[in-house]
């Protein structure tokens, strides 16, 4: 059973940059795909970014492509993503979650956090 626990949320600018971080514990990190999820209210939940087992495989969802970084520390057991340039659209829940395949499905994600809340003012 792996526990993720996000953090970095909070309220920014338009334009402005923020770091959420991702703790896991409780399973072999390096064995799981991270993958970075989104949902706003009233919509479904969104692809953001994933990066393969060892960091060397990223993949990022339209929307973010260009402003965000997913980067992972597998001897932290630590998932980052850094978002750049940031709109009122990338407004959202974010959630951390892991995955045995390199995948961009959020099905297929196994485990999940509970969720930083990111708002963008304009």
């Known amino acids: 059973q792996v526990q993720l626990v996000e953090s970095g949320g909070g309220l920014v600018q338009a334009g402005d940059s923020l770091k959420l971080s991702c703790a896991a514990s409780g399973g072999v990190f390096n064995t799981y795909v991270m993958g970075w999820f989104r949902q706003a209210p009233g919509k479904e939940r969104e692809f953001v970014a994933i990066?393969?087992?060892?960091?060397?495989?990223?993949y990022y969802g339209e929307p973010v492509k260009g402003r965000f970084e997913i980067s992972r520390d597998n001897a932290k057991n630590m998932v980052y993503l850094l978002m750049k340039r940031l709109k009122p659209e990338d407004a959202a829940v974010y959630y951390c979650?892991?995955?045995?395949?390199?995948?961009?499905?959020?099905?297929?994600?196994?485990?999940w956090g509970q969720g930083t809340q990111v708002t963008v003012s304009s």
């Open positions: 979650a892991a995955s045995t395949q390199l995948v961009v499905t959020d099905s297929e994600y196994i485990y």
């Open positions: 990066v393969s087992w060892n960091g060397d495989t990223r």
